[in-house]
């Protein structure tokens, strides 16, 4: 899964939240001045890799959303820290939890709870 450019997020923010829409109500929602044919290639663009779902209504398409936002920044994280821990484990583990922990103290508790989780569930 790759990091979404800036106008890719800015229509995948869109398609969580308002649901499926066509490539017009798109670009009214974007309130820029961008063209119909960006719109449709981006759309295009994100229905190739897998993040949106399309359906046919007359000679145009209607986008949803193929997985969550949760989803989408799940597979973003396993994908990037995966690669990661191949290569350097320890300080990357390390570099997490602080940065984890620098957010908001709680996301330490949230790990710890977590990591029991996958404990129990592997025994």
Same mark, same amino acid.
């Given at each position: 899964?790759?990091?979404?450019?800036?106008?890719?997020?800015?229509?995948?923010?869109?398609l969580w939240?308002?649901?499926?829409?066509?490539?017009?109500?798109?670009?009214?929602?974007l309130?820029?001045k961008? =063209?119909?044919?960006?719109?449709?290639?981006? $759309? %295009?663009r994100?229905y190739?890799k897998? +993040?949106? #779902?399309?359906?046919?209504?007359?000679?145009?398409y209607?986008?949803?959303?193929?997985?969550?936002?949760?989803?989408?920044h799940?597979?973003?994280?396993?994908?990037?820290?995966?690669s990661?821990?191949?290569?350097?484990?320890?300080?990357?583990?390390? =570099?997490?939890?602080?940065?984890?922990?620098? $957010? %908001?103290?709680d996301?330490l508790?949230k +790990?710890e #709870?977590?990591?029991?989780?996958?404990?129990?569930?592997?025994k």
């Amino acid at each position: 899964m790759k990091v979404l450019g800036s106008l890719e997020k800015r229509v995948m923010d869109i398609l969580w939240v308002a649901g499926p829409l066509g490539v017009r109500q798109v670009m009214t929602q974007l309130k820029g001045k961008l =063209a119909y044919t960006t719109i449709m290639t981006t $759309l %295009d663009r994100l229905y190739k890799k897998g +993040l949106l #779902a399309r359906d046919r209504n007359g000679t145009a398409y209607i986008y949803r959303s193929a997985m969550s936002q949760d989803d989408y920044h799940c597979s973003l994280v396993e994908d990037t820290v995966g690669s990661l821990l191949e290569k350097s484990a320890g300080p990357v583990l390390a =570099a997490f939890v602080n940065t984890a922990a620098e $957010l %908001d103290e709680d996301n330490l508790k949230k +790990l710890e #709870a977590l990591i029991a989780q996958r404990r129990r569930r592997n025994k």
